[in-house]
């Protein structure tokens, strides 16, 4: 079982930039694939961006293409996520997941249930 945890979220001003890191023990997450996942106040949680195990592909919510980036440290056993030009309807707490190689491959890496393992979240507060 690998456990996952996030760091780096905070308050940041809107315009802004703010990395988060996912950090992962217990096993290592280096052939997974690793996404990222939001969940602002009285919504559902929503996909932002996900990355191969071998960090040869990635994708990204429309609403964060050219302001996040995902990328990956295998040898860390750690993925982050680059959050740049943040805006304030952007407040979330932040999750990171691997993959489950036992969902059904129907599933697309945006949909939460292609993931068993999350992490606690981290929160993130854009100002305005």
């Known amino acids: 079982q690998v456990q996952l945890v996030e760091s780096g979220g905070g308050l940041v001003q809107a315009g802004g930039s703010l990395r988060l890191s996912c950090a992962a023990s217990?096993?290592?997450?280096?052939?997974?694939?690793v996404g990222w996942f939001r969940q602002a106040p009285g919504k559902e949680r929503a996909f932002v961006a996900v990355?191969?195990?071998?960090?040869?592909?990635?994708q990204y919510a429309d609403s964060v293409k050219g302001r996040f980036t995902i990328s990956r440290d295998n040898a860390k056993n750690t993925v982050y996520l680059q959050m740049n030009n943040r805006q304030p309807e952007e407040t979330a707490v932040y999750y990171c997941?691997?993959?489950?190689?036992?969902?059904?491959?129907?599933?697309?890496?945006?949909?939460?249930?292609?993931?068993?393992?999350w992490g606690q979240g981290t929160q993130v507060t854009v100002s305005s």
């Open positions: 990355i191969s195990a071998n960090a040869r592909i990635t």
């Open positions: 997941a691997s993959e489950s190689r036992s969902a059904s491959s129907r599933l697309t890496y945006s949909d939460s249930r292609a993931y068993d393992n």
């Open positions: 217990g096993r290592t997450v280096s052939s997974y694939a």
